[in-house]
């Protein structure tokens, strides 16, 4: 992996972590909007992505390809019973995730960052656009965590 994206990619979970962890615990259970996710169930959805992204970044780096299913979001939460956990806890599952995705993200061969990926029916995309694709993903889920707080 060139260092460049991995270095980018870690420092980019550190803030997303602090951003995170500075969310007041008395939001956890509160709605992001009317209609919405709890804050629990956000970061319940970002462990999600990170277990399902994990694999297409493993297998990509060592199939050169990827080729899997979307996931059912709204299924994969209430299977695991996000809103039901404590949000120290919630917290604590999203922080080793991550770490393993650091780790994971730091040993992809650079040669392997334009394996093609599919995701469900969606077009190709390649490896390195997934990893890239992860972060906003999370930033974007930390807005909507971080919203009327």
């Known amino acids: 992996m ?3 994206l991995a270095t980018d990619f870690a420092n980019a979970i550190a803030e997303i972590e602090s951003a995170l962890f500075a969310t007041p615990g008395i939001l956890a259970d509160v709605p992001w909007r009317a ?17 399902n992204n994990r694999q297409r970044f493993v297998r990509a780096a060592l199939d050169g390809s990827y080729c899997g299913p979307q996931y ?3 299924q994969w ?12 806890k919630l917290l604590a599952w999203w922080k080793c995730e991550q770490e393993i995705l650091v780790a994971v993200v730091s040993r992809i061969p ?3 960052l334009g394996a093609l990926c599919v995701v469900g029916e969606d077009v190709p995309v390649t490896l390195e656009f997934l990893i890239r694709n992860y ?12 919203s009327a707080e």
Do not use: F
């Open 2 to 4: 060139p260092a460049e």
């Open 35 to 51: 209609g919405g996710w709890t804050r629990k169930q956000i970061v319940g959805h970002l462990l999600d992505s990170a277990t």
């Open 72 to 74: 059912e979001q709204q």
């Open 77 to 88: 939460i209430d299977a695991h019973g996000y809103a039901d956990q404590p949000w120290a």
């Open 110 to 112: 650079a040669e392997r």
């Open 135 to 146: 972060l906003s993903h999370q930033r974007g889920h930390l807005d909507q965590i971080r």
